[in-house]
């Protein structure tokens, strides 16, 4: 596990895409939470898996 800290605009782009991707594999696929997701992540519209942390 990495654990990362900061504001927003301190992270990189794919920081951002990557937390987008660990939030909806954990909250959409793991829990079943049904969100309001555009393209398979909950704030992009790229669709992926997140890499290994």
Same mark, same amino acid.
């Given at each position: =596990?990495?654990?990362?800290?900061?504001? #927003? &605009?301190?992270?990189?782009?794919? #920081?951002?895409? &990557? =937390?987008? $991707?660990? $939030?909806?594999? #954990?909250? #959409?696929?793991?829990?079943?939470?049904?969100? &309001?997701? $555009?393209?398979?992540?909950? +704030?992009?519209? +790229?669709?992926?898996?997140? $890499? +290994?942390?």
């Amino acid at each position: =596990m990495e654990i990362i800290a900061g504001t #927003v &605009d301190s992270f990189s782009a794919g #920081v951002l895409l &990557d =937390m987008a $991707r660990y $939030r909806h594999q #954990v909250f #959409v696929e793991k829990l079943g939470w049904k969100l &309001d997701t $555009r393209g398979g992540s909950n +704030s992009t519209s +790229s669709i992926g898996k997140i $890499r +290994s942390i």
